[in-house]
């Protein structure tokens, strides 16, 4: 497991320092430096798959612009470097130089471990590694679908490929050695009526996001895939996602994505949030710290404190994740600050500016009562 991240050069950090736990929260105010982390694990994915340059636009979604973009504005160096480090003291480190052509797209690769990195590489792209970005796939008639090999295919970074990998594993049970692309029992969910990655994952959706039924196919004349959905109890009328809303589309491939894990493999979500109700972030948040509880590292980007509370639930009630496997960095204007938790769900601290929102609101909504 990665257990420290070392930033110099890049971006907003001059030099900046996290440590990683088993499931990592990233929240605070914009423009803080929270992508920036991402972006960071991004660029040493690439380098250990890519070669001698990393491109900065494309690749894992990235859209950085131009090589002098990305190098941080006070430093003299023309150098960006990521250290990780490990839980038994390994440091691997990642090195990238800015080309000599004036408008470049691209860094070049100047250092890379020998040794693979847990849940980065190198290797070949496969779902042990999985990011998905904040601007996932609304609701699609048709989806994309992959040429890679069926145990190879994820949910995309934006969810591209979520009926890909339903359609293609509908059949598929759970091995007694387990096998990649199969839900492994610490996952299953208590009312499924089966360990199917289709059946687990319309659990799961069910849960925290309303009560439904999933089908998925595989065009293969035209090379697409579909997602229709269903109202649990009632007809077999198939609805198509238009109608189901944005918060389903949005969902539901962090469902499968988590559902895919493999102990050892690193997932990083942006705002598993957006388009749900309140109640479902708390759902979702407390899944997402089970796929951690279960051995996966978690890396999650959010603006919302009910995710941040579901976790907490996952700690203090649900009992699926340790405390000390879980940490939140609150980043500032100035600073970036880490939150401990106990094994009561209670944060070590609660800084100026962490999710207070409501509290200030509401003494000045009562504030403004007073006054009439």
């Known amino acids: 497991m990665i257990t420290s991240l070392e930033i110099r050069g890049f971006k907003r950090f001059v030099a900046e320092s996290f440590g990683l736990r088993p499931l990592t929260v990233l929240t605070g105010v914009n423009g803080g430096g929270k992508s920036t982390v991402i972006q960071s694990l991004l660029l040493a994915r690439l380098a250990g798959t890519a070669g001698g340059t990393v491109r ?22 023309r150098e960006i470097t990521v250290r990780l480090g490990g839980s038994d003291g390994e440091s691997w480190v ?23 990195v847990p849940g980065i ?45 339903l359609a293609l594993r509908d059949t598929r049970v759970v091995s007694p050695r387990g096998t990649r692309g199969v839900v492994r029992g610490s996952l299953h969910h208590p009312e499924a009526a089966g360990p199917q990655l289709r059946v687990q994952a319309e659990a799961w959706a069910s849960e925290i996001i309303r009560p439904m039924r999933i089908t998925a196919r595989v065009a293969v004349g035209i090379m697409a895939g579909t997602i229709r959905f269903g109202e649990t109890g009632l007809s077999d009328e198939e609805i198509r996602p238009v109608n189901t809303g944005f918060g389903v589309s949005y969902a539901l491939p962090v469902i499968v994505a988590g559902l895919l894990t493999e102990p050892g493999d690193l997932l990083i979500v942006e705002n598993p949030e957006a388009h749900l109700h309140p109640a479902g972030q708390s759902r979702l948040g407390r899944f997402l710290a089970r796929v951690a509880g279960s051995g996966v590292q978690v890396v999650v980007e959010t603006h919302s404190d009910h995710v941040l509370n579901g976790a907490r639930l996952a700690v203090a009630q649900d009992r699926s994740l340790p405390a000390e496997d879980m940490v939140t960095h609150y980043f500032d ?13 209670e944060l070590s601290h609660w800084p100026s500016g962490f999710f207070d929102q409501i509290e200030t609101d509401l003494g000045r909504l009562a504030r403004a009562r007073r006054g009439r």
Do not use: M
Not at 56 to 77: C, I, K, Q, S
């Open 121 to 165: 590489g190198p290797g070949v792209l496969n779902p042990a590694f999985t990011y998905l970005c904040a601007e996932r796939l609304g609701p699609r008639d048709t989806l994309s679908v992959s040429a890679e090999e069926p145990e190879q295919i994820g949910v995309g970074v934006r969810g591209e490929f979520t009926a890909q990998v």
């Open 333 to 345: 204007h100035d600073q970036t600050l880490p939150i401990g938790i106990n094994d009561k769900g």
């Open 94 to 116: 990642y090195e990238f130089g800015l080309p000599d052509a004036e408008q470049a797209l691209h860094l070049d690769v100047r250092r890379v471990p020998v040794a693979q």
């Open 56 to 77: 900065l636009n494309g690749p894992l979604g990235l859209a950085l612009g131009e090589a002098r973009d990305v190098l941080n504005w006070t430093a003299d160096a």
